[in-house]
């Protein structure tokens, strides 16, 4: 087999700009989603993706940014959700529900509308997004965004580490545990969001639990977790987009296969094989410890 | 406009028990998941029932089939990936891999968005009467497992090591709700729509919660609010023309509100009693 197709891939520049958003995106997740795995927020995480969907529709049907609808209902979800916070994870969940539920109840409701008003393509790109079909003008803002998240986590880092590990201990140490915690929620909108509108909601969901997941299985600390996961998730949708680059040839119909079918089957079997390898060493210390 | 005026189409009334069948299911089963906090997995499991739907579509089978098929494999991965206390992860990554397929069977089907978008949303006015009959078939075996499984998901949550001490396996818990979930869903997917079964689930079922003290209690509101709650939103939805889960969804974060409401206003004339 010949390799000559990835030069010819690089030379196209929607390919090169889908590599660009899509390794910047990945690596701003996995870091994000070492804290999601230390904090177990990942159906948060999720919610985040299906309430930006309902902003992105919403915001075609008043004609505006569709960034700025992602944007602007991720953020407020995340706030909402770490206010109205319960005491355990089933009651959070249950909660972070309620505002799932009302999100895409009017998410349904938007979408038929745009599709009543003849946007009928809008919708489908508010769900399946892809990254080849961005927006050239968007890729030095998404890297200005990724870059400024990326700022914004190493220097609320060690706080957050303290708080989401040990929140009583990071009180007494003087921690605004609150406020930590809610300026995570804000970047983890971002990154999302992000995610969401440049390569559909259903990549982001993937690269924020998928990497920093397979890499917690590896390492205790969250930085290590976080970096590891990152270069982790920018390789697999590297891979992705070339993949899905190539399979045009793969069928006679000639149709390209998805970036994002690429990396939900990657992140699930890098995740799957640690789960495994990870699993017997558990066991082994298990039988130790129980009586 | 008279809203029992639907009831003269047949494809209404199909759709009227058809919906029915489903509300009295959802209310059932929601009760356990909300018992258990399995809010993340109820939401998991349609999402990739539509997956199963689109592929059901490619492939030209029945999609009834396709649904229960993916969502019967998805419970399985789910339960047989999850640690311990982590179920949420391994969710996660079942549902981004089930999407990520319903996505390459979206695209290679060349279907357009109209399938997808009455798969998600649901499309209760296109029920057939053989499709009635299915859904009936299909809720009451979700039911049969639950109520099947009915001690051991209570005793499990509720007491949790004196559980483990008796023998009842929560991991067996686990699977039954699961399973139950999974086959609601087939139910569920072509009446209200993948992405709404998931308020069906959990609204009522937390509404009743805050009402209830009993579990069967419990579970009665919560079939009763469910019941309500469908019933509405179809002859708004029937008068309006907007989709039922909207409707759905709305009711549904209503009637928790309220529950909501009125159990802390009761709590608090009782306490006022007490002192």
Redesign the interface.
Known sequence: MTLGWIGEALASAPVEHALIAGTEIAFLSGLVGAFVMLRGQSFAGHVLTDVGTTGGAGAYLVGMNGWFGFLSFGVLASVGMELAGGRTRGERDLATGVVLSLALGFGALFLYLDAQLAHANASMAVLFGSLFTLDPALVPWISLTAAACVVAMLLIWRPLALASVNPDLARVRGVPVRAISIAFMVVLAVAVETDALVAGSLLATALIVGPAATAARFTTSPLRAGLVGGLLGALLVAASVLLSYDSYTWLPQHTSWPVSFFVAAFTFFAYAIAAATHRVAFQRRAEVELP | MNPFVMFAFPFARHAFLAASFVAVAAGWIGFYV?L?????A??ALPKIGFAGASGALLFGVNSLFGVSLYSAIAALGIGA?A?R??R??A???????G???G??F???G?LY??D??SL??GQVLGVSSSGVVETACVSAAAIALVVAFHRVLLFTTVAREAALVRGASNRTADWALLASLGLATSAMMPVV?A??S??LL??PA?AARHLAHRPWQAIVQSIALSLVITWLSLFLSFALG??V??????L??LA?AAARAISRALGRKTQAGAA
Not at chain 2, 91 to 97: I, Q, S
């Open positions: 909300v258990r906090g399995t809010a993340f109820a939401h990936l640690e206390d982590r949420d992860v969710t996660a990554l079942v549902l981004a891999l999407l990520g397929t996505a390459l979206l695209s290679l060349n968005a109209a997808a978008m998600l949303f729509g992405l709404l998931f308020s959990v609204g937390l907007w989709p889960g909207f409707f759905v969804a709305c549904s974060a928790y």
